[in-house]
């Protein structure tokens, strides 16, 4: 009698889904177009994918509308605002795949859909988000960006029974500092919040790979932090 369930458990790598608000049309119209560029695609043995290459240009002539990123350490909107949750979706993917990060960094503020050490922040022409194909057979990408959840998995040939686990630690917090500039429209005394700050992190992310079961690898795989983007 054929087992079809661990024929399938050979076929099937990572899978990992985040959380987005429906009601921001526009953030919501960014995840899609950045999930229909990678949906589908395959990477062969050795490739490597570059979200940057993958995805394009964020343009409004490409469809992307305005929505808020992080940038030079506050909230502003910019055109393909909210792209970055699909590439830490991808992220995560990637790793519980146990597929090679080649390159990764962390947004300068914690995210409301991944924890820290789970993120991946892009910014075409300066920041990309990539990742090999280390398996010996190819892999394809199946995205979705629907009901309020972004979902990515990652399919290819798993000969050796691979699973992975990854899982962060915090080691430190920050509270938040008080910056102060000057304003000549405000009356003498008085302040006004532009806006407020946040508490920051500092954790590690681990990645334990599992073969039939038994634990092989234990490793520590964060990464410095970026630029604020």
Same mark, same amino acid.
């Given at each position: 009698?054929?087992?079809?369930?661990?024929?399938y #458990? !050979?076929i099937?790598f990572?899978?990992?889904?985040?959380?987005?608000n429906?009601?921001? +049309?526009d953030?919501t119209?960014?995840?899609?177009? =950045?999930?229909?560029?990678?949906n589908g695609?395959?990477?062969? /043995?050795g490739q490597?994918f570059?979200?940057?290459?993958?995805?394009g240009k !964020? @343009? &409004? *002539?490409?469809?992307y509308?305005?929505a /808020?990123i992080y940038?030079?350490?506050?909230? +502003?909107?910019?055109? $393909?605002?909210?792209?970055?949750? +699909?590439?830490?979706t991808l992220y995560n =993917?990637?790793?519980?795949?146990?597929l090679?990060?080649t390159s990764?960094?962390n947004?300068s503020?914690?995210t409301?859909y991944?924890d820290p $050490? !789970? *993120?991946?922040?892009?910014f075409?022409? =300066?920041? *990309?988000?990539k990742f090999?194909? @280390?398996?010996?057979? /190819?892999?394809? &990408?199946?995205a979705?960006t629907?009901?309020?959840?972004?979902k990515?998995?990652i399919?290819?040939i798993n000969v *050796?029974n691979? @699973?992975t686990?990854v899982y962060t #630690?915090?080691?430190?917090s920050k509270e938040?500092?008080?910056k102060?500039?000057?304003?000549p429209?405000?009356k003498q005394?008085?302040?006004k919040?532009?806006?407020?700050?946040?508490?920051?992190?500092?954790?590690? @992310?681990?990645?334990e790979v599992y073969v039939?079961?038994?634990?092989?690898e234990?490793k520590?795989?964060?990464i410095p932090a =970026?630029d604020?983007?």
């Open positions: 009698m054929i087992n079809l369930e661990k024929i #458990s !050979r099937y990572g899978t990992y889904q985040t959380n987005y429906t009601g921001n +049309v953030r119209t960014n995840l899609r177009i =950045a999930t229909s560029k990678i695609y395959i990477l062969r /043995p490597e570059s979200y940057n290459k993958v995805v !964020r @343009t &409004i *002539d490409a469809g509308r305005a /808020p940038s030079g350490g506050k909230v +502003v909107d910019d055109i $393909g605002g909210g792209i970055c949750q +699909v590439s830490s =993917a990637a790793l519980l795949s146990n090679e990060i990764r960094s947004h503020f914690i409301s991944a $050490g !789970r *993120d991946a922040t892009v075409y022409g =300066a920041i *990309d988000f090999k194909n @280390t398996t010996r057979y /190819p892999i394809k &990408i199946v979705t629907q009901n309020g959840i972004e990515i998995s399919y290819g *050796d691979v @699973t686990k #630690s915090k080691t430190s938040p500092e008080t102060y500039e000057d304003n429209e405000l005394g008085k302040t919040v532009v806006q407020g700050g946040s508490k920051g992190y500092t954790v590690n @992310t681990y990645k039939n079961g038994v634990l092989k234990k520590l795989i964060t =970026a604020s983007y």
